[in-house]
Structure formats: C-alpha cells, structure tokens
C-alpha cells in the first residue's frame, strides 16, 4: 500500500490506541500523523504537576494545544501569559515563541502541521515501555537540543516569570 492509498483509509484508534513516546516527563500518544495519511499530526500529551518546556519556536509548523484536564500557564512571545484549564484552546503560529508549565496534573490534545515534531519528539524521546509517565530523570539536553535543530523548533531559553 503506498502512502497515497494510506491517505484514503479511514484511520481509527481507540483510546489506548497509538504509538506511545516518552518525551522529557510526558507520555505523548500519536492519535494521527503524516505517517497514517493524515495532513496533521494529532497527540495526546499526559503531564505530571510542575512539567514545563522551555521557551522555543517551531520554525516550519504551527502548533495548537486543547486542554482536556487539568491547569497550566501558556507563555505566548514575550509578554502574553494564558492561563488555561479544561476547554481552552490555545494557536500558536509557526514562529512565535511558547512554552509552558503544569501546575497540576494535565492532560492535552496538541496539533501540529506535521512538519516535524513527531519526529523530533521520537528521536529526542523514545518508545514507552508502558502507557504511562517515563520515570524521573533529568533530560538529556544535548539529544533534545540536536533533535530540535534537526526538525526546525529553535529553543529559546527558560521561561519567563509568572505574574
């Protein structure tokens, strides 16, 4: 089956279905990607309380989050702070620089225009070995930084203080 026959298949995964990664402190599960045929990337991303990512910008692709549980605080370019819970919805256009930390809990859709962070997370990540949150650790930054750089997201530094 080439990819263009994938692209008129109707894809389905039920809940626990999807490639499970271990991204930094995340479980994301794949729901859809370029890979399935689809023209977007769809994951479910589970974050413990206090996960955060550092500031960056996805060069190549827009990026948008829907929260599903939980509450968190979204930094959008350099002065915008969301807070965001359960029903909220939040687009960041590709190059406008984000990032965010949990403050409890949270469970999110996050959608992509499948240009690269899927890959980026594979490869900075790896495959879960069970559907739930990798163990502590700190991050191996240098794997994130390389795998970054390769799929276009430029890392920006910490984020911001809360006000």
């Not at 499970?20 to 994951?43: E, H, M, Q, Y």
């Not at 620089?97 to 899927?118: E, I, N, P, Q, S």
């Not at 997370?121 to 794997?143: C, F, I, N």
């Amino acid at each position: 089956m080439t990819f263009q026959d994938r692209a008129r298949q109707p894809h389905v995964h039920d809940r626990s279905g999807g490639e499970a990664l271990w991204f930094l402190d995340n479980l994301l599960t794949v729901k859809a990607s370029r890979a399935d045929g689809a023209p977007f990337d769809i994951l479910e991303n589970a974050m413990p309380a206090g996960s955060h990512t550092p500031m960056h910008a996805h060069e190549r692709e827009d990026e948008a989050f829907y929260v599903l549980e939980g509450e968190l605080t979204i930094f959008l370019g350099d002065e915008r702070i969301v807070h965001a819970g359960p029903g909220d919805y939040i687009h960041v256009p590709a190059g406008v620089g984000h990032g965010f930390r949990t403050h409890t809990a949270v469970r999110m859709l996050v959608l992509c225009g499948g240009d690269g962070f899927v890959e980026m997370a594979r490869e900075a990540g790896g495959p879960a070995e069970r559907r739930e949150l990798p163990p502590g650790g700190p991050p191996d930054v240098a794997r994130l930084e390389r795998a970054c750089d390769r799929y276009g997201i430029r890392l920006l530094g910490p984020l911001p203080d809360e006000v």
